[in-house]
């Protein structure tokens, strides 16, 4: 349906036409995106109809529908009721690709009040869809134009019929709406109720959190815990983030292992969705996000307005959120110049890092003094040793001189001469030369 090459190109020959045929002639869509003031004027006759007779139409109706455009709606009834739709009188759109796939023009619907609801039908062509029910309350419903070729579109009519296999007691849809510069979310926000009603009647917990920043700004959330009860099987848990919107094009994070990693937004709106159904019922997590202002070439601002942090990435955040005891920045730049207590090192004792950094550190001091101490007593033992070797040696060396005949014995201190003789209690007297009494008394 849509052509990649010309159809004929004119040679350097008189009268003569190249002609090309292009096998891959519906191969690809045309992109083309319409202004979002002009597409949400069009998109009233598919989001609202005419509500009065319960009917809604293609945009432009009974006109060709505009190249370019994306409009989505929900039709929810009340509790103990199905949804309906019946297409009616019309129903043409641009047929499907070779392949039988509606890539160009469609109507896309989904069972539930998301764009990740289960897909019921998606459908192109000239040929009726059947008529359409719901298993819950909502179907959620969205057309689509590729940028080349239109058709007049469709008319459908919608109504509510009772459900009458309707069992289980009423519970509210389990959503919250949240914004602000920062602000926790998680499981911590299911109700009891919630839990209870998943655990009595098995089924699962199916919840979102809409996080809404200012218009210009992006979200930042970061994932300090968490914790699946299945990791690694998406069948009973998981969490996703959508970004603006809840469809499978915005969808940009589906986390069902043991990581959920940070994620920054392109537009100003998150959607985050826990999920768990029978043995993943028990999961938990906590998520933290900040509103963010990217500055730079491209950006609205080159610098961070009054009032603003600069977390010196190319964003900033609002002045309230420095030193709160959260890293709000990406690396943490408005937590580093923290001191607490009087400490001019700021440590965030409760993040498992920190905590497995001391520890090591910890080790390692205790090791080195233990070993120094260790290296000083054996050190000393030793130089004790060695001076009592010493000793004994030179003791041993005297003792042999001594003993060897014809050897004059080494000549001794005054005090070992008066220690050897020990007469006149302790005085020394010298012999008289030729012996007899001293000093040479006559009597």
């Known amino acids: 349906m849509k052509p990649s090459l010309p159809p004929c190109l004119p040679t350097l020959v008189?009268?003569?036409?190249?002609?090309?045929?292009?096998?891959?002639?519906?191969?690809?869509?045309?992109?083309?995106?319409?202004?979002?003031?002009?597409?949400?004027?069009?998109?009233?006759?598919?989001?609202?109809?005419?509500p009065a007779a319960n009917e809604f139409f293609s945009p432009g109706f009974p006109h060709n529908y505009p190249a370019g455009i994306k409009c989505f709606r929900t039709i929810s009834a009340d509790y103990g009721y199905f949804v309906r739709v019946d297409f009616r009188d019309f129903f043409r759109i641009e047929p499907p690709s070779n392949e039988g796939r509606c890539d160009y023009d469609y109507l896309e619907i989904r069972d539930g009040d998301q764009g990740y609801s289960p897909l019921l039908h998606k459908v192109c062509g000239s040929d009726f869809p059947p008529i359409?029910?719901?298993?819950?309350?909502?179907?959620?419903?969205?057309?689509?134009?590729?940028?080349?070729?239109?058709?007049?579109?469709?008319?459908?009519?919608?109504?509510?019929?009772?459900?009458?296999?309707?069992?289980?007691?009423?519970?509210?849809?389990?959503?919250?709406?949240?914004?602000?510069?920062?602000?926790?979310?998680?499981?911590?926000?299911?109700?009891?109720?919630?839990?209870?009603?998943?655990?009595?009647?098995?089924?699962?917990?199916?919840?979102?959190?809409?996080?809404?920043?200012?218009?210009?700004?992006?979200?930042?959330?970061?994932?300090?815990?968490?914790?699946?009860?299945e990791p690694n099987d998406c069948n009973f848990n998981f969490i996703q983030i959508f970004d603006e919107k809840t469809d499978i094009e915005h969808r940009k994070r589906n986390f069902c292992g043991s990581?959920?990693?940070?994620?920054?937004?392109?537009?100003?709106?998150?959607?985050?969705?826990?999920?768990?159904?029978?043995?993943?019922?028990?999961?938990?997590?906590?998520?933290?996000?900040?509103?963010?202002?990217?500055?730079?070439?491209?950006?609205?601002?080159m610098v961070c307005p009054e009032g603003e942090y600069d977390c010196d990435d190319a964003t900033c955040i609002s002045n309230e959120l420095v030193c709160n005891g959260v890293r709000n920045c990406k690396f943490g730049w408005d937590e580093e110049s923290c001191a607490v207590g009087g400490s001019s090192i700021p440590l965030d004792f409760s993040k498992a890092h920190v905590i497995i950094i001391l520890i090591l550190l910890i080790l390692i001091m205790t090791?080195?003094?233990?070993?120094?101490?260790?290296?000083?007593?054996?050190?000393?033992?030793?130089?004790?040793?060695?001076?009592?070797?010493?000793?004994?040696?030179?003791?041993?060396?005297?003792?042999?001189?001594?003993?060897?005949?014809?050897?004059?014995?080494?000549?001794?201190?005054?005090?070992?001469?008066?220690?050897?003789?020990?007469?006149?209690?302790?005085?020394?007297?010298p012999p008289p030369p030729g012996g007899g009494f001293p000093f040479g008394s006559k009597f």
Not at 164 to 176: A, Y
Not at 185 to 191: D, K, L, P
Not at 375 to 401: G, T
């Open 14 to 50: 008189p009268f003569l036409l190249v002609c090309f045929t292009d096998t891959n002639y519906a191969s690809a869509p045309a992109v083309k995106s319409m202004d979002p003031q002009l597409q949400e004027e069009y998109c009233k006759n598919f989001t609202y109809g005419n």
């Open 259 to 301: 990581v959920a990693e940070s994620y920054q937004s392109e537009t100003d709106v998150l959607y985050i969705r826990y999920y768990a159904d029978a043995r993943g019922i028990g999961s938990e997590f906590e998520a933290v996000f900040t509103a963010l202002r990217k500055i730079g070439n491209n950006e609205e601002e």
């Open 132 to 229: 359409i029910t719901s298993s819950g309350r909502s179907l959620w419903l969205r057309f689509a134009s590729d940028g080349t070729i239109e058709y007049n579109g469709f008319k459908a009519v919608y109504d509510f019929i009772p459900n009458p296999l309707e069992t289980l007691p009423f519970i509210p849809k389990c959503e919250f709406e949240i914004g602000g510069a920062m602000d926790f979310i998680g499981t911590a926000n299911i109700s009891q109720e919630q839990l209870s009603h998943a655990a009595k009647y098995k089924t699962p917990v199916d919840c979102t959190w809409i996080i809404r920043a200012e218009e210009g700004k992006k979200i930042y959330i970061q994932f300090p815990h968490y914790e699946l009860k």
């Open 367 to 429: 090791g080195m003094c233990a070993g120094m101490i260790y290296n000083l007593v054996r050190k000393l033992s030793e130089d004790k040793e060695d001076i009592l070797a010493s000793r004994e040696k030179s003791l041993a060396s005297l003792a042999s001189i001594e003993s060897v005949p014809g050897v004059p014995s080494p000549a001794k201190s005054r005090a070992s001469r008066v220690t050897e003789n020990t007469d006149c209690n302790g005085c020394y007297v």
